[in-house]
């Protein structure tokens, strides 16, 4: 990825992380990234054209990271591993996060198109974790694995705004075992 490219993500999630992604022109993109308004169309094409960029980008290098714990050899300390990623990750990018979970359960949104596959590919990674703890045994029985895994991802985008926003003098250790006390009550 350009710099530019960079430059205009992170002006864009600056200013929609204070006003939310309607109430940005392309004018205040640019001149928060200090670039040229051109630069917006020449990059991206449009307002919609960065934010569509802008949510494909940031769901993929979630997804990247989650993928990370896929191979741990113990299933619960992989889901472990995926839930403080999660965390990590949502503080790390907290506008971003913020974008996320305000547009993707707005119905009928306006990325709702460009978010359904991008929700599926992430809770798809968290769906296959649950299952692993399930093949070895050690979810209940009659735990619907989908449900679940659109659960936890739910809760993860919901449980760490909540600490960025609300308690963020909590620490991210903390916040991740008040989940995972949740997660141990389904996985034994």
Do not use: C
């Amino acid at each position: 990825m350009t710099t530019t490219k960079q430059r205009l993500f992170e002006a864009t999630l600056k200013l929609a992380s204070d006003r939310g992604l309607a109430e940005l022109t392309v004018d205040d993109i640019a001149a928060e990234a200090g670039v040229a308004k051109g630069t917006v169309y020449y990059n991206f094409g449009s307002k919609d054209g960065l934010i569509d960029a802008l949510l494909r980008y940031g769901v993929g290098l979630l997804a990247e990271r989650l993928r990370e714990h896929a191979d741990e050899p113990d299933p619960v300390a992989g889901l472990e591993a995926l839930v403080d990623t999660g965390l990590a990750f949502i503080a790390e990018y907290r506008g971003f996060s913020q974008i996320l979970v305000s547009e993707m359960w707005r119905t009928p949104g306006r990325w709702h198109e460009t978010l359904r596959p991008l929700r599926e590919e992430v809770v798809s990674i968290v769906k296959d974790q649950l299952q692993r703890v399930a093949d070895v045994g050690r979810l209940p029985e009659g735990v619907q694995v989908s449900t679940a895994a659109a659960g936890l991802f739910g809760t993860l985008l919901v449980v760490a705004l909540d600490w960025q926003v609300f308690q963020p003098t909590r620490t991210r250790a903390d916040v991740r075992d008040s989940v995972l006390l949740l997660l141990r009550g389904l996985a034994r």
